[in-house]
C-alpha cells in the first residue's frame, strides 16, 4: 500500500462529498498545503530561520509541493486510478483515524510552533471539523 496515495484517496472521498467542481484539484492544494505546514514545522523544530529563505524561497518551495502533486496525480489521470484501486480495498481503521487526524495535527503543531494564540489556533481546527462534518453527514455518496 502506497501511503501517499492512500492519503490522497482519504482526502480525495472527504473533498469530493463537499466540492462538486474538479475535487482532484482541491484535493491536490490541501494535500499540498499540508505537506507545506509539515516542512514549515519541520524548519521550526529545527530552528532554521525563515528569514534566510525569504518570502521568494517560501513561494518557491509552495510551488515546488504543488507542480511536484499536480504532477503526480493528476498525469494521465492517475488520480482516478488511485481511486478505483482504493475503493475496491478494504478500510483500515486505524490508518483512516490516523489520517482524519492528518490535517488537525499539521494545522496545530505549525501554529503552535509559530506561536499563535490558543483561540486562533481553536478557530481554525473548528472550521476544519464543520467542514469533515458536513462531508460526513453529507447525502452525496461515491
Do not use: H, W
Request: charged share 15%.
Amino acid at each position: 500500500m502506497n501511503i501517499f496515495n492512500y492519503v490522497f484517496y482519504k482526502l480525495y472521498k472527504s473533498t469530493s462529498k463537499v466540492n462538486d467542481l474538479y475535487p482532484e484539484i482541491a484535493t491536490v492544494v490541501f494535500l499540498s498545503a499540508l505537506l507545506f505546514l509539515n516542512i514549515g514545522s519541520l524548519l521550526l523544530i529545527f530552528n532554521f530561520s525563515i528569514e534566510k529563505i525569504g518570502i521568494n524561497g517560501i513561494y518557491l518551495i509552495i510551488t515546488i509541493i504543488l507542480c511536484f502533486n499536480l504532477y503526480y496525480f493528476l498525469k494521465n489521470d492517475k488520480y482516478k486510478r488511485i481511486v478505483s484501486e482504493y475503493d475496491s480495498k478494504k478500510s483500515v481503521l486505524l490508518l483512516d483515524i490516523l489520517i482524519f487526524l492528518y490535517p488537525f495535527v499539521s494545522f496545530f503543531v505549525c501554529f503552535k510552533l509559530l506561536r499563535m494564540t490558543n483561540k486562533q489556533i481553536g478557530f481554525t481546527l473548528i472550521g476544519l471539523l464543520l467542514i469533515e462534518i458536513y462531508g460526513y453527514f453529507s447525502k452525496k455518496k461515491l
